[in-house]
């Protein structure tokens, strides 16, 4: 059994930085990559940026690169996300997840463990 918890999500206006956190408890050492996932008001759930437990290699997409860092402390079993120069179109709920895929996953269904998710809300 493996449990992720979100939290560090708020209500900033626009070019305000946040930094969401993501607790893995019960099996930490699981899956070969954790990610970030988002979900805005009326769209589809997405990808935004992962890391790979073996060397802490990380990618992003292509809406985040340059604004949102990920990164992980094994020592604390917790997983970061660092979003500085938020814009309105970053609101969404931010979910944090496991994968077993060997390749980078992206797709929703590459993963298989997910946290509650996280509320981030930027203002205009």
């Known amino acids: 059994q493996v449990q992720l918890v979100e939290s560090g999500g708020g209500l900033v206006q626009a070019g305000s930085s946040l930094r969401l956190s993501c607790s893995v408890s019960?099996?930490?050492?699981?899956?070969?990559?954790m990610g970030w996932l988002r979900q805005g008001p009326g769209k589809e759930r997405e990808f935004v940026a992962a890391?790979?437990?073996?060397?802490?290699?990380?990618y992003y997409a292509d809406s985040v690169k340059g604004r949102f860092t990920v990164s992980r402390d094994n020592t604390r079993n917790t997983m970061y996300l660092q979003m500085n120069s938020l814009e309105p179109q970053d609101t969404a709920v931010y979910y944090c997840?496991?994968?077993?895929?060997?390749?980078?996953?992206?797709?929703?269904?590459?993963?298989?463990?997910w946290g509650q998710g996280t509320q981030v809300t930027v203002s205009s």
């Open positions: 890391i790979r437990r073996i060397d802490s290699s990380t």
């Open positions: 019960g099996r930490t050492f699981i899956g070969s990559y």
């Open positions: 997840a496991i994968s077993y895929r060997i390749s980078r996953p992206r797709a929703v269904e590459d993963f298989g463990y």
